[in-house]
């Protein structure tokens, strides 16, 4: 069974609105501190938010603050990324990951998504 399963990944146009969803089949997914990441074509993946395992607290790359809101509902087993403001450097597969707080600010995780697509046409 994948442990992690994101849904969501479309073409949107600029300044769009799109919801990420990451749906984890680990029983301890509302004890693991989950995060999303991007990588562009051509371009290293690079960090974009990370919540606690309750959602107490949150963090987020520069770039993406103001814009993405990371949200979790632990009775669902779901992680969320709700992106506002699409530009179309956003465009990159976007990745889910479950881990450690402090793992996931360094891009290390215990588990993987598979990716979703997101493209915003300019």
């Known amino acids: 069974q994948v442990p992690l399963v994101e849904l969501g990944g479309r073409l949107v146009q600029a300044g769009g609105s799109l919801r990420l969803s990451c749906a984890a089949s680990?029983?301890?997914?509302?004890?693991?501190?989950m995060g999303w990441f991007r990588q562009a074509p051509g371009k290293e993946r690079e960090f974009v938010a990370v919540?606690?395992?309750?959602?107490?607290?949150?963090y987020y790359a520069d770039s993406m603050k103001g814009r993405f809101t990371i949200s979790r509902d632990n009775a669902k087993n779901t992680v969320y990324l709700q992106m506002n403001s699409l530009k179309p450097e956003d465009t990159a597969v976007y990745y889910c990951?479950?881990?450690?707080?402090?793992?996931?600010?360094?891009?290390?995780?215990?588990?993987w998504g598979q990716g979703t697509q997101v493209t915003v046409s300019s």
């Open positions: 680990r029983r301890t997914f509302s004890s693991d501190a």
């Open positions: 919540i606690n395992w309750n959602g107490d607290f949150t």
């Open positions: 990951a479950a881990g450690s707080w402090s793992d996931l600010r360094k891009q290390r995780a215990d588990y």
